[in-house]
DNA sequence: TAATATTTTTAGACTGCTCTAAATTTAGAT
DNA sequence: ATCTAAATTTAGAGCAGTCTAAAAATATTA
């Protein structure tokens, strides 16, 4: 049985390892998990004894198969809670991530699969990641950022990049939600900002960054 | 921000106190805790200074209002958790327990108030104990023990004392369920067993130990 | 490539919670 | 009332996770 802590140290290496693809620097780690570099490296000595990491002395440190599964069950768990917590309890997008954090840490498999089911098996949650099943894969899907749409094109917002609260309620006042069509009317050169219809409702402006932010599956014109 | 085991420690005093209405003893408490009775004199100087415990050498702690009242939101949690895990989830009433005594600890008001919302302010547990409102109230019943009915009496069973997994197990087979109407046809003298028929359908055959731990409401004859 | 800056590790210590063993206090029995 | 048994506390130590400060390894740059 892992500890709290210990979990959370194979989450902050699997989510490094997202993005860089390279062994996780102790920096790193230390930065994500808000503590030294002196007591990540006790702790890496620590999951590599239990074979739930590979590490090497000054050269950073990589999640074991075993490791990695944990991690996935981790984010498997941290998700359905989102998606519950949003779509039963009617917390809003921006609020839950703090709560899953806690959540995520219940230990039943049980309790997990019943959620699932009880959720009607989603497939993404309320920011549009992908929850892994039980075996541990996610189900990807074909998507843009919202930047890369040309002129008059058009897109299902799908996901954010950026989990930040104030990001999600700056979409919130936008009225931008999962599953807005999203149409692209005019990309300003000088100052990168976008124009864009939301739901055939509202024209909105928007700057490159935020376009970056938002993730829309392409709908291909009939 | 109290630790997962001052809570604990406090949910043990108050359920020492339930029951003795005494000062609940170092001893007891580590009974309980399945630890040693010096582990718990030092929890009880940490949880004296909090001014969660009242708490003398040799005599024995008791809870300050500020540790009833944390004592009390855990009982809440524990017993609206076990609510949605049967309710929602479809969990039988002796898987519940352990799951909640895990999430009891998850730290959030308003968590806790949406889930008592979503499941429609329910006053008792699968239990059938009553679960303390916002405030820390608790609704109480005029509940008697099926022993205590006279031969030909009925009541409905509203709560069972015992939670015991094995004893819960034992009812399910008996088809024995909160809400059940249960008429006493019988009480053998010699070897203090009971006859009894659950709603109507089939009769049974108890021990007084389980007539003990049955509570029932009276219903009371036209 | 040598000097410097950065990253990482080690050493030693602290806190929270736990333990065992010994000392102290209280309760029970004669 | 004294002796004994039981309950409780103290003393001292261990483990997990954390820290700071200093040492070692690696990376950068002139």
């Known amino acids: 049985m892992l500890s709290f802590t210990e979990e959370n140290y194979l989450k902050a290496i699997y989510k490094i390892n997202e993005k860089t693809k390279e062994r996780a620097s102790t920096n790193a780690i230390a930065e994500i998990m808000q503590t030294t570099a002196a007591s990540v490296t006790d702790m890496m000595k620590k999951l590599s004894n239990k074979n739930l990491i590979t590490y090497e002395r000054y050269k950073g440190s990589k999640l074991s198969s075993q490791g990695a599964q944990i991690a996935t069950s981790l984010i498997r768990k941290h998700r359905l809670w989102e998606t519950f917590l949003v779509e039963k ?104 900002t976008y124009n864009i219809i939301v739901d055939n409702e509202h ?8 376009a970056n932010n938002l993730m829309v599956k392409k709908i291909l014109a009939l």
Do not use: C, M
Request: proline share 4%; hydrophobic share 35%.
């Open 203 to 210: 024209t909105v402006q928007i700057s490159e960054k935020v």
């Open 89 to 192: 309890l009617s917390f809003s997008w921006e609020e839950v991530h703090e709560l899953a954090e806690q959540l995520e840490h219940i230990n039943s498999n049980k309790l997990i699969e019943r959620l699932d089911e009880y959720l009607d098996f989603p497939k993404y949650d309320p920011h549009g990641d992908p929850i892994p099943n039980a075996e541990g894969k996610f189900t990807l899907r074909e998507q843009i950022k919202l930047s890369q749409l040309n002129i008059g094109e058009e897109g299902n917002l799908i996901g954010v990049q950026n989990h930040d609260d104030q990001f999600l309620e700056y979409l919130n006042e936008l009225n931008i939600k999962l599953g807005s069509r999203i149409t692209v009317t005019k990309k300003v050169l000088y100052d990168k």
